[in-house]
């Protein structure tokens, strides 16, 4: 009985290879593993980036991964990887360079403009705003992160009343977090800055005018009691600044529609709170129905907000409800979709180079064939199912 | 000898009785069906069994029969010596004849063909009779199949070093060059190793149907569990799969999407075939395993003769009859049983 060995085939159609003659003449597995550097690009400034480099991998450099991304919004999984391959490198795809293109052209004396990035759940639409993200950083625009927005609504930390108005409750711990990521992130940016009113937060306590912006910050940070007031003020300079033309402001939300659910959390453990009800929620909404200039907002929604039992539906008119829509109106829809068949040879490609697929049978023409079936084109399944190979 | 002549007349006793049951048992079947007890055969006492007794036994032997004694008790029990006490066989006293009649006939062959061997290699003169060498290995009868063989025909119970030394003998004799009448014995206990067993040949499975537009397609149902599958696999594809409307992630765990890849991987056909799947019942696995059994019986046409053997001797188009099993009284499910307590064994001691 013939035994089966798994052998290339020197005759594949060889898209991706540059050598290509190379290829058909020899048949061991290195040569070909040479051959295929083309799913990497040297170029590391986003702003560079162009339609030809779609589907590549570049690499973000070290020094910026630590400033902006390693505290507050890479997750754990991501950490993970950053670690284990030794890099932090992001494959470039459409909808980042759609957004990018966008923000090339765009005429920044309008109000603010809103792109909504929907898609499927681990579809890849946390890795098109780290992309954008790094864009934005590489020309010098202000940041305003929320990596998770539904960390407001979830029952954990102490609520406290709103001084100013009675209905809206506050949220100390999550503000005060807040803020200490946007300084980290932005601190040789806002460092002329100062505030141009004052800002009352109690009958004793209050800021003056002509203040720096960071010491705004930290006494936010100091004084949790205040920190989602600092929070309003924040917003309110920033919105100044932007429309006298001295930053650029990009505004991320991931998980938006967790702003028009219920919250976990109860005040005095009776009463249930609804997200409307929170000061954080109503200040951003604040912002982004806003005039301001130069200034962008980038939300995502996402499917991963709902109870485990929701999380079938994808599409912003069922997640986020008629209210949200009807709110955030006009927005650019932007879609992400699953992996094409040229971006899983990529990341396939970028696995091997990494030794993250080890097994000899799954880096033949066979092997990737079942991984794509099995995976379903989808990033995060192809990455569980190469975790044994 | 006395022994063995009392035991032949309770025998013979033991089937006049059962004889005279089974006969008052016939007569009065045939009554109730209104049929004349001689007209009667055996399919239609199967017939009124099976409706009068019916059973859901998968295993058909055990479910109830109506048959002449002699189907069902052993063979008859002929005296293998004459009036005087001398034995028929001339190796009764081995206590296995037929086995050792066997080696002992396969020895002498061997016997006579070395002779020839050496008469035509001292004299130079032609054999006798056409010999040849066997083109192929042969594969001899395995255990449970040999010593069938001898408890079914002669009621001889066989060892296994007995076995051992059978295949040894008849790989030997195999090896020489042989004549016509040595294959012929041989081939009663062996066949060639590399015979193209055709499993399922017939007509029904290369059967397909033609589309609208002209693509080939077959569809064929699946079952596992309580799950039905509905599968049609279209030639000549490039590879969509679609189930329920939805693609490969209708199914969120990595065992049950394997199961829908592993027929396309034997039969290599990832790529070349489109599959459109409707699925009801059961749970995920169920329903997994029925698109596996609809699949592989689907893509039959589309495949080599030989790539069918692989699929049936893998078990890929069989029904899979695992189902859950019943609960039991006096226990807590199919196999768990209660607790045992040692206060009933102590209170036991003290009751009269």
Redesign the interface.
Known sequence: MASVIYRIVSKQPSGYCINSSLLRSSSSLKCWQRCVTTFRTEISDPSEHSFDHEGQFYTIPKKDVQKIFMLNWMSPHEKNMNKMFQEFSILIRRPALEVMDILKRLNYNYPLTRFLLYGEMNAGKKFTMTHIMHYCRSQNWVLLTVPWANEWNCKRLDVSFNHHKESLFDLPVHSKILLEDFLLKNMSLIKEFTTSTTYEFSEHEASEQGIPLTDLISFGITRMKFANDVVGALLKELQILANNDKIKLLVTIRGINSFWRKTGQKKEKVQEIHAQQLTLVNQFMELLQSDTKNAVAMCSTESWVNDVTDRKSYLPTELMGKEGVDFLEPFLPIEVPKYGNAELQSVMDYYIDRRWIQAPEAKTL?GR??IK??S???PYQLY??CVPL | MKAFLKRAKEHESKINKYTEEYELGRKHLANMMGIHPDEMTQEHINEAIRYLLPSGLFDKGSRPQFKHPKDILPLNFDFPFDKAGRPYHYQYYTLLPNYHCIMSEAAWRMECLREEEVRIGSTGAPPQEEMKHLSEEYEWMDLRTFLNYFKSNHSEVVQVNEHNRFVILMTKLSKMRLREQDVAFLKQFGSPKTSEINVMDTEEIKKFYVNEQGRKFRTKNGYRKSAIAQVTVYAEGEGILEINGKGIEYFESQYAREQVLFPLVLTSSLNKVDVHARVEGGGEMGQSGAIRHGLSNALLPFVSQQMVNKLSLSGLLDRDSRVKERNKPGQKKARKQFQWYELIKACCKFLP
């Open positions: 066979d064939a079942q079936f099995l379903g084109h989808n569980r199912v």
